[in-house]
């Protein structure tokens, strides 16, 4: 499939789900002249992220978009089932792949003066509506600012600044993705996946899913977003795996019969260690 035909394909979806291209824009990050200049088929090669990216949004698989075989299509590998069944596992982003809540949070802080309680309350406070696409991050940015007293700020600039990947998972997530389906499955506002994607931040591999909750208007841990996710692994629920820091996400996921597994921010080799016991083959 070349540029023309996978522009083509992209601008399908994107109508099928009743997306206009602003729109698509706001949920996946990528600029108006960029994803204007992707559907016209004027890039070349656009990049795997953001192909993988708009298929999750779009709902629809990266081979939907790109055709089989081509070169964003995804790659072949050896796939591999775990002695417990496993075959697919999604990794959680925030609090797992990477930090950055508090240094974000002291940040805001000492450019404007506000108390780190406020900022951490404000935050908190409207994360989930955020998170799940009930309110823009336009309307978070403006609701911040009016609590702190500043004229306008970014938020998304903080966070992508204060981001910083946790390295031991992000190697069991290379290592994972050689022999098994990988995703990311995370509660996160719009944008933020590609952003991270763009700055190297994430993984550079291409994944078999991304369900970003902002694109799905689910959050963890609503029953929903498991279901989505579940769909888009395509493999039985008691196959998948979710490693994520989240008690209460867990939890939900084992009610839907999937595997689980506590990411402790905190000792992270260990719990690296233990994703690599549950995929033994």
Not at 52 to 73: K, N, R, Y
Request: hydrophobic share 40%; glycine share 6%.
């Amino acid at each position: 499939m070349n540029e023309v035909e996978l522009g083509h394909s992209i601008q399908m979806a994107r109508k099928k789900v009743g997306l206009t291209q602003q729109e698509l824009c706001q949920k996946t990050g990528i600029s108006y002249s960029t994803l204007a200049k992707i559907e016209r088929g004027a890039i070349k090669s656009p990049s795997v992220f953001t192909v993988v990216h708009i298929a999750a949004i779009c709902g629809v698989s990266v081979e939907d978009l790109a055709g089989t075989p081509s070169s964003t299509a995804l790659p072949q590998k050896s796939l591999k089932t775990a002695k417990n069944g496993i075959q697919f596992v999604y990794f959680d982003i925030n609090g797992c792949m990477v930090r950055f809540f508090q240094t974000a949070f002291a940040r805001v802080a000492a450019d404007t003066g506000a108390s780190p309680e406020l900022i951490e309350g404000t935050f908190w406070h409207y994360n989930d509506a955020v998170c799940r696409g009930e309110l823009s991050l336009d309307d978070f940015n403006k609701i911040l600012a009016e609590r702190i007293g500043e004229p306008t700020i970014d938020w998304s600039k903080y966070y992508l600044e204060a981001v910083q990947p946790i390295a031991e998972v992000q190697e069991a997530l290379h290592w994972a993705s050689q022999s098994f389906k990988v995703g990311l499955l995370s509660n996160i506002m719009p944008g933020l996946v590609e952003a991270l994607m763009q700055k190297g931040t994430l993984p550079k591999l291409v994944y078999d899913a991304i369900v970003d909750s902002s694109a799905v208007h689910a959050i963890k841990p609503e029953t929903e977003i498991y279901q989505i996710a579940a769909e888009k692994a395509g493999v039985s629920p008691s196959d998948i795996l979710l490693v994520d820091d989240s008690r209460a996400n867990l939890m939900a996921a084992e009610k839907m019969g999937w595997h689980t597994l506590w990411f402790d921010d905190f000792r992270p080799t260990e719990s690296t260690d233990k994703i690599k016991e549950l995929l033994e083959v």
